[in-house]
Nanobody, 124 residues
Framework: QVQLVESGGGLVQDGGSLRLSCAASGRTFSGYGMGWFRQAPGKEREFVAAITWSGGTTYYADSVKDRFTVSRDNAKNTVYLQMNSLKPEDTAVYYC?????????????????WGQGTQVTVSS
């Protein structure tokens, strides 16, 4: 078992920045990839970004590429999502998740454990 707790969400203006954190407890998450997803009201949960266990490879949705950066600190059991140039369409609940192995990172089914989510609201 691993517990994931997201933090860092909030209200920000169009063009602003936020940094989300996801702290893991329980079994260490070193050795596993991690992902970020988001879900806007009335929409399905969608992939945002992911990072391999070493941090050497990252993946991004086209909609956030060049604006968001995923990183991790395995010594702190924490993964981060730096979000810059935020837009109103980025408004959603953001979730972190622990990858369950394999090579595909962009599908919800590739993740075994999820946090409770943190709300990000971007005002225009």
């Amino acid at each position: 078992q691993v517990q994931l707790v997201e933090s860092g969400g909030g209200l920000v203006q169009d063009g602003g920045s936020l940094r989300l954190s996801c702290a893991a407890s329980g079994r260490t998450f070193s050795g596993y990839g991690m992902g970020w997803f988001r879900q806007a009201p009335g929409k399905e949960r969608e992939f945002v970004a992911a990072i391999t266990w070493s941090g050497g490879t990252t993946y991004y949705a086209d909609s956030v590429k060049d604006r968001f950066t995923v990183s991790r600190d395995n010594a702190k059991n924490t993964v981060y999502l730096q979000m810059n140039s935020l837009k109103p369409e980025d408004t959603a609940v953001y979730y972190c998740a622990k990858h369950n192995g394999g090579t595909y990172y962009k599908s919800l089914s590739s993740y075994a454990y999820w946090g409770q989510g943190t709300q990000v609201t971007v005002s225009s």
